[in-house]
């Protein structure tokens, strides 16, 4: 019987000691060098900036001196913001992203009108909108979603049209001559087929919502971690900046594991494609 | 063959059909809907100028106007230092992480923490840093493109067939040859995709940097019709900035086909 | 297991006409003849090949028949019915199932999902009864009921192609169509899929239509070989292969079967070559 097994890259997976010496020599290595340029290095520009030790410490202290650290209330309500932001505008985008991205490829007439208005609106980078948003939307938390919800909406749009175009026709025909019917086709051949590059769109559009929420939030918003970076700056709170940097990759890069997670989970038959060709 | 043929008339009717009218219709009905709500103060469009309004502040206040141009060179300027600066960094890195697992092991993981952080994120930092704020908007567009381009790179060379390596080894290529001969054409469509999504990037990233901590740039001037109450002038910017960044698309693309001529040729 | 409890009983069904078929491409452009007054007629129940050059309409004729195209002139029957005319095409459906080229069984469905997709959609019979009559069709056709829980990026080439036939099988359709199914094969899995094919077919008469580019193949499977022209397509050579079924590889060294190869394979050369120097023409 000709089963393959999915074979793995040798690259990653093996465990070895010396590999993962290697990794923390890296990782050590990196905050060494922070240290150092920051701390003996006799250049102006490199001692402006805030050391390592001292962010660890601001960022674990019971009581820190810029206010902001794991064990404050402010912390955890400036990520819940800034979370809750891009969650929004995200869930938007999904909502109004993937089926708009499945009609067009799947109805002629619908890519005409849409296309044509999407690429008169894609060029202008959703950061652009900030202000005409500000102006439109009453208040400044509505006007920062929109642009996050702007940039991911693309992505999602643009990958699913991508997924569904991709789709060979002999699997439109196969289900045709199953007997199966318009909506079977939807169903068992257009959704499916164009689900992994819908996830690669949720990945990206994930990616891109952080990206310009941080913007929106820096230029016009209250709270959040966009924010807590850019007051920090202001008021000269050096290490603060830092932490709400290392936060704001941490808190991205989970928000794009659980998409990730949640496309493999779903995508059984892609993943055994994908063990097998790496 | 009655069926076959098509008369004259017939052919120009199918002519004036091919015409994608009903993206037209979209177009002209987006301006039409935009042009609507300013007149009747839709809610939203209290404060927003109509298409008409913002044509006529183009014609009058920006077309002759060297401000105008001048910011259009300075965010062209810093887009492309920062894109080249990121190609020139980002391609060799990832060239050598594809290559050297003990480099791979040594540096990915850095790379990997520092990646998940929103290039706007660096602003604060960049200005501590940098002593001129150019250098601050350069180094923010560097990193927004940066990372984009070396896990392309990355990707691309992590793709090269085993095989294609071993066949050059066998027939006596050495570092240098297999270096130049295979690993160099195969991340050609690496870059490219790279440039593509990197340009896409720095636009954005530049925008945001000219907004948040500049006095100059197509950002900037987008900015400050928001400030000064100016309407028009935020719509103008936008247009400026959309077709700035079309512009360099259409570039992109154009070296794209260079590059690779394999690809565009039938 | 006896092959004779497959048989069908009663009169056979899957008689296709083909009659003056003809189709233009594009006809105020380019003006593409694929095929020029194409007739041909199919007793049910027969193993037909179709051989020709690339671009010979092989593939149009196919695409007529099974629905995914239309026909400029001419008509198809199927069982004295009309399949196809010139204002009314043929639709897709069950009864003209196609195999095809690049192998389409969804990859996001496991193998009895898609053994059983046709007879789920056409509503024959509920998801029970289908998995039970694909689970049987499964381990008749050499054990492959053990695989049934994959997906068929899990399976190997051969085998994907194998579980293809059987998903057009189910439905019974009358025709089956298969497009140089086993092109992209070696020839050790070719043969193996011959062997596989023929067992199908002795277990289960039914019309195939198969089409190749591979004369080997065509005579060793079929009951009849059509040869047809370049471009526009017409009928060149319509050879009946008197070899005794079940067929076996030895009879490739037979004296019937050399005759027949003679026969065959200098039309198809006549044709292979009009067809290279219209190419180079067509570049240059």
């Known amino acids: 019987m000709a089963i393959q097994n999915p074979t793995k890259s040798n690259f990653r997976t093996e465990f070895d000691v010396n590999k993962l010496l290697l990794t923390l020599a890296g990782i050590c290595g990196f905050i060494f060098l922070w240290h150092a340029s920051v701390k003996w290095l006799p250049v102006d520009a490199f001692n402006r900036l805030p050391d390592p030790i001292e962010v660890v410490i601001e960022w674990v202290s019971t009581d820190p001196d810029y206010g902001i650290s794991i064990f404050t209330e402010d912390y955890y309500i400036h990520i819940f913001y800034s979370t809750y932001r891009a969650l929004v505008s995200f869930f938007l985008a999904v909502i109004l992203g993937v089926p708009l991205g499945i009609f067009m490829g799947w109805k002629g007439s619908v890519y005409d009108y849409a296309n044509s208005l999407l690429g008169l609106l894609r060029p202008v980078p959703p950061l652009a909108w900030v202000p005409i948003a500000i102006l439109m939307f009453p208040g400044v938390e509505p006007a920062v979603v929109f642009v996050t919800f702007l940039v991911a909406f693309f992505a999602t749009t643009m990958n699913t049209l991508v997924g569904v175009r991709s789709i060979p026709d002999d699997y439109y025909r196969a289900a045709s001559c199953l007997g199966a019917s318009s909506i079977d086709v939807l169903r068992d051949v257009v959704i499916p087929g164009a689900m992994p590059s819908i996830f690669t769109g949720l990945q990206i559009a994930m990616g891109a919502a952080w990206f310009s929420l941080v913007a929106g939030e820096m230029i016009a918003a209250q709270y959040g971690l966009g924010f807590v970076i850019w007051e920090a700056y202001n008021l000269i709170q050096y290490p603060t900046i830092v932490i709400g940097m290392a936060t704001l990759g941490l808190v991205g890069y989970l928000s794009s594991a659980l998409v990730r997670l949640l496309g493999n989970k779903l995508m059984a038959w892609h993943e055994q494609r994908l063990g097998l060709h790496t | ?266 | 297991m006896s092959t004779s409890k497959m048989k069908v009983e009663g009169p056979l069904t899957g008689k296709v006409s083909i009659r003056n078929v003809t189709k233009v491409y594009d006809p105020d452009g380019a003006n593409v003849v694929a095929l020029e007054q194409f007739s041909m007629e199919v007793p049910a129940g027969d193993f037909i090949a179709i051989v020709g050059p690339s671009g010979c309409g092989k593939s149009t004729l196919l695409n007529i028949l099974a629905g995914f195209d239309t026909l400029s002139q001419g008509e198809v029957y199927l069982d004295e019915e009309p399949l196809a005319l010139v204002n009314k095409p043929a639709l897709p459906g069950p009864s003209r199932v196609v195999v095809f080229q690049q192998g389409a069984l969804f990859p996001w469905k496991t193998v009895l999902e898609n053994v059983t997709y046709g007879l789920l959609k056409q509503r024959v019979m509920g998801k029970s009864d289908a998995e039970a009559k694909a689970m049987d069709l499964l381990a008749r056709s050499g054990n492959l009921e053990k695989i049934g829980g994959l997906y068929p990026n899990q399976l190997s080439s051969g085998m994907q192609r194998r579980v293809e036939i059987l998903r057009a099988l189910i439905n019974d359709p009358k025709i089956l169509l298969l497009d140089e199914p086993f092109r992209a094969m070696d020839t050790v899995n070719k043969n193996t899929m011959h062997q596989h094919l023929l067992k199908i077919y002795q277990d289960n008469p039914k019309t195939i239509m198969f089409i190749t580019h591979d004369l080997e193949e065509a005579l060793f499977l079929a009951d009849r070989v059509i040869v047809m022209t370049t471009r526009p397509g017409t009928l060149k050579l319509d050879i009946k292969v008197n070899l005794p079924r079940p067929r076996r590889r030895e009879m490739m060294a037979s004296k019937e079967y050399l005759n027949l190869r003679q026969q065959t394979i200098s039309a198809v050369r006549e044709e292979a070559k009009k067809a290279f120097e219209r190419g180079e023409r067509e570049l240059a």
């Open chain 2, 1 to 266: 063959m009655p069926s076959g043929k098509i008369s004259l008339a017939d052919r120009w009717i199918m002519k004036f059909a091919s015409i994608n009218w009903r993206g037209l219709s979209a177009v002209i009905g987006f301006f039409l809907v935009w042009q609507l709500a300013v007149i009747f103060e839709f809610a939203g469009f209290q404060e927003i100028p109509s298409p008409w309004q913002v044509i006529n502040t183009f014609f009058s206040d920006f077309l002759f106007s060297d401000k105008y141009w001048v910011s259009w060179f300075i965010s062209f300027k810093r887009v492309l230092v920062g894109f080249l600066l990121a190609q020139i960094m980002g391609v060799p890195l990832g060239l050598f992480l594809g290559t050297s697992p003990t480099f791979y092991r040594l540096v990915f993981p850095v790379f990997e923490m520092l990646r998940p952080i929103p290039p706007l994120a660096w602003v604060p930092l960049s200005i501590l840093f940098w002593p001129t704020n150019e250098g601050s908007i350069i180094f923010i567009t560097f990193i927004g493109a940066f990372f984009i381009i070396t896990i392309n790179i990355f990707d691309g060379v992590r793709s090269i067939k085993k095989e294609h390596v071993w066949l050059a080894r066998s027939l006596g290529a050495g570092n240098f040859r297999i270096f130049h001969k295979i690993m160099l054409p195969a991340v050609i469509p690496a870059i490219a995709v790279g440039m593509t999504l990197g340009i896409a990037v720095t636009w954005n990233v530049v925008i945001a940097a000219e907004m948040i901590a500049s006095d100059s740039g197509l950002g900037r001037l987008t900015w400050e019709g928001y400030v000064s109450s100016t309407p028009p002038v935020v719509i103008v910017g936008m247009i400026s900035i959309g077709f700035a960044g079309y512009l360099s698309t259409v570039i992109v693309d154009i070296f794209e086909r260079r590059m690779m001529p394999w690809k565009y040729k039938k």
